[in-house]
């Protein structure tokens, strides 16, 4: 069975979001994508503190989608340096994990 991870992923605005989830699903690199809008953020960029409204997008995919999905978003994406970041899902509902291989 294929490693899964949830790839955390920021972004500037709901419709970035949005087209970087709807990308990603519909390119087979993930096998869905939850958007959470309306964080806040607050962060060091260019040595001074920032803060800013942003969304999250949380993708899960298997670690081998993994390069293919992070250079898609990079492509996509608006910011210099985005946050993408992958946590393995260690136990999960065989079902779903399943579901996530197959999608």
């Known amino acids: 069975m294929p490693d ?16 970087i989830a709807l990308a990603i699903v519909e390119e087979n690199i993930a096998a869905c994508a939850n958007i959470f809008p309306g964080i806040r953020s ?20 298997t670690s081998v989608r993994f390069d293919a999905l992070q ?9 210099e340096c985005p ?4 946590w393995p899902i260690v136990a999960g509902n065989e079902e779903f994990l399943e579901w996530i291989t197959k999608n």
């Open 4 to 19: 899964f991870l949830s790839v955390y992923i920021t972004t500037a605005s709901r419709g970035e979001a949005e087209k």
């Open 83 to 86: 946050c993408i970041v992958a």
């Open 71 to 79: 250079k898609r978003v990079k492509e996509l994406h608006s910011y």
């Open 42 to 61: 607050i962060y060091r960029w260019q040595g001074k503190v920032e803060q800013a409204d942003e969304c999250a997008v949380i993708a899960k995919t």
